[in-house]
């Protein structure tokens, strides 16, 4: 526990959110609000797909949306980190913040299934399935109740 | 199934995590149309982002409101928005008397959501742009 | 501007919808979703659009442009419902205005594409190479909708600047 407090105490968090320029903390978090448009953006095409939206897609086409959702979730991971430190003993006694992580892990989980399952080459059973259209429509609410409980936190922020 | 049982554990545990965000911060649990007048000392001074965050120190005297008696949580804008506005870091320090208008939490505990104070002067440090019909002066 | 939005709050209707204290965090959320649908959906089509995903083709893009659509229609109303809640956050402030601007950028564009370039779109060959016109329309409303986002998050502290 005051492994967190120090660093929620730390120096950086009190130059960090002290700081009076743009580029620390409001370029930080404008940066984590584009890491979710990327991330969740390109989660919503591909398991839009999965569930028989635009149909004609072809389904190996979208491997190169993976690439968008990775890029987006490294930027968000990083950004992330950054601002966790900042509230590091507020956060990690916050259920609303379990719940977010809990949350984006599952869906990842389940668009990395969806991926092998039905959208890699050497997939066992090519296609959609209904198994891989119901992890399809779980991640895509999993994102939303990522979305709504990391809108949630900022209200309970000390 | 284990899809949907870790879909209703996301969701269960969400919503009883919603039900404690009663908590404060959302700026709509405030009355934002009612003006109220403080006057305390800085117990605790935050100049940091997202939101700068100070709370004041009533003491029961001659004059004061019985019910604004005790610790008032104070919630500005941000860094940027308020140094826009003539504060500084170095504006209130703990110990400092301060004066401000303010609008108070609809659930009647002690959270303020700072609109200005007033200086010794007489002048007024807003937090933000929003003005009231009668600003005399900033 | 300023005294339109003390008129605005003080309505009936700005109270009641302000009152209402769950409202705002609500509507916060479902901006937060109405933008990753729109970005998500308008910004496939862009990338088609500035060539990418080459082999899909573009009537098969078009048919989630419902969703884009329906996310920014979820983002159009709350954002609604917040200028009618508090109208001094954003009326005053250069950077919501930039931000209003952008939206106005990005939906001429689309009409312009709509009504000029979807048809030659939809006639190409899915494996060839997109035509400069059709690029450049992407990356307009690619730009544009990024714009926005980055507007909209940074009004807590862009915002209300003199």
């Known amino acids: ?158 | 199934m284990r899809i949907r049982t870790r879909v209703s554990l996301a969701i269960a545990g969400f919503a009883l995590a919603s039900a404690s965000v009663a908590a404060h911060h959302s700026f709509a649990m405030f009355e934002m149309d009612k003006d109220v007048d403080y006057r305390g000392v800085v117990s605790e001074w935050k100049w940091q982002n997202p939101h700068v965050h100070f709370t004041v120190d009533i003491k029961p005297g001659s004059g004061v409101d019985p019910k604004q008696v005790g610790r008032w949580d104070v919630e500005g804008g941000s860094i940027n928005i308020m140094t826009r506005q003539g504060w500084t870091r170095a504006s209130y320090k703990i110990g400092d008397p301060i004066r401000l208008v303010g609008h108070p939490m609809k659930d009647g505990s002690k959270g303020i959501s700072l609109f200005y104070a007033i200086r010794p002067d007489g002048t007024r440090l807003y937090h933000d742009i929003a003005r009231p019909k009668d600003d005399v002066s900033k | 501007m300023h005294d339109f939005a003390l008129w605005v709050e003080s309505t009936r209707i700005s109270k009641a919808l302000f009152d209402i204290t769950w409202l705002w965090p609500l509507c916060e959320s479902l901006h937060f979703v109405g933008l990753c649908m729109l970005i998500g959906g308008a910004g496939f089509l862009d990338l088609r659009l500035l060539g990418l995903f080459r082999g899909v083709p573009f009537r098969d893009v078009k048919a989630l442009m419902p969703w884009a659509i329906g996310g920014f229609i979820v983002n159009a109303t709350t954002g609604t419902l917040f200028l009618i809640m508090q109208p001094h956050l954003y009326l005053t402030s250069g950077i919501w205005w930039s931000k209003f601007t952008f939206i106005v950028v990005a939906g001429l564009n689309a009409a312009f594409f709509e009504t000029r370039l979807a048809k030659p779109a939809l006639a190409l060959d899915p494996n060839a190479d997109m035509p400069r016109g059709l690029k450049i329309a992407g990356a307009v409303s690619l730009f544009s909708w990024f714009a926005v986002l980055y507007c909209g998050r940074m009004l807590p502290y862009l915002g209300t600047g003199n």
Request: glycine residues 8%; positive net charge; without cysteine.
């Open chain 1, 1 to 158: 526990m005051s492994f967190f407090r120090s660093l929620q105490d730390s120096a950086f968090t009190d130059w960090f959110l002290g700081s009076e320029s743009i580029w620390t903390y409001p370029t930080v978090l404008t940066l984590h609000t584009i890491g979710m448009a990327i991330l969740v953006g390109a989660s919503f095409v591909v398991h839009l797909r999965i569930l028989k939206v635009a149909n004609g897609i072809p389904l190996q086409r979208l491997q190169q949306l993976y690439r968008f959702i990775w890029i987006g979730f490294i930027i968000n991971l990083a950004t992330g980190l950054v601002l966790f430190v900042t509230q590091a003993a507020d956060r990690v006694v916050d259920p609303v913040f379990y719940v977010k992580i809990g949350s984006i892990a599952v869906a990842l989980w389940f668009g990395v299934l969806v991926k092998r399952r039905a959208i890699d080459p050497g997939a066992a059973s090519p296609g959609v399935t209904r198994q891989s259209r119901s992890l399809a429509a779980a991640s895509l609410g999993l994102w939303i109740i990522a979305i709504v409980a990391g809108r949630l936190m900022a209200y309970l922020t000390s």
